[in-house]
Nanobody
Framework: QKQLVESGGGLVQPGGSLRLSCTAS????????IGWFRQAPGKEREWVSC????????LYSDSTKGRFTLVRDTAVNTVYLQMDSLRPEDTAVYYC????????????????WGQGIQVTVSP
C-alpha cells in the first residue's frame, strides 16, 4: 500500500522551530514531485513549498520564504519541512503530497496525500 505519513507537529511558541517529516511507504520518493500544504480553520488549503522533480528546484510561498526549508533525505525515503521563526499565523494542519509527473507549480494535482498533522504556534 502506497502512503505518506507526516510526523513532527505540535505546539510551539512564536519564534520557535519545528521540523515536519513526510515518510513514504510502498514507493520511493526520489523521483517524485513533492508538495507541502497547510490549511487553517475556516481557510482554504494553501501551498507552502514544493520540490520540482523535473529540475530539482524548490519553491516557497511568499509567506514562508526565508523561514521554511524543504529537505529531501532519499536514504530514509523522507522529506522534511524545517520551520523556523514560526508565527501564530502559521497555525494549521500541514499536509505533504507526492506525484510522479513533473510540473512547474506547487498548486497542482497529486496522487498521494498524507493524513495531515497539526502545528500550533501560540504563547
Amino acid at each position: 500500500q502506497k502512503q505518506l505519513v507526516e510526523s513532527g507537529g505540535g505546539l510551539v511558541q512564536p519564534g520557535g522551530s519545528l521540523r515536519l517529516s513526510c515518510t513514504a511507504s510502498g514507493f520511493t520518493l526520489d523521483a517524485y514531485f513533492i508538495g507541502w500544504f497547510r490549511q487553517a480553520p475556516g481557510k482554504e488549503r494553501e501551498w507552502v513549498s514544493c520540490f520540482r522533480n523535473g529540475d530539482g528546484s524548490i519553491l516557497y510561498s511568499d509567506s514562508t520564504k526565508g523561514r521554511f526549508t524543504l529537505v529531501r533525505d532519499t536514504a530514509v525515503n523522507t522529506v522534511y519541512l524545517q520551520m523556523d521563526s514560526l508565527r501564530p499565523e502559521d497555525t494549521a494542519v500541514y499536509y505533504c503530497a507526492a506525484d510522479r509527473a513533473p510540473g512547474s507549480t506547487c498548486f497542482r494535482r497529486y496522487d498521494y496525500w498524507g493524513q495531515g498533522i497539526q502545528v500550533t504556534v501560540s504563547p
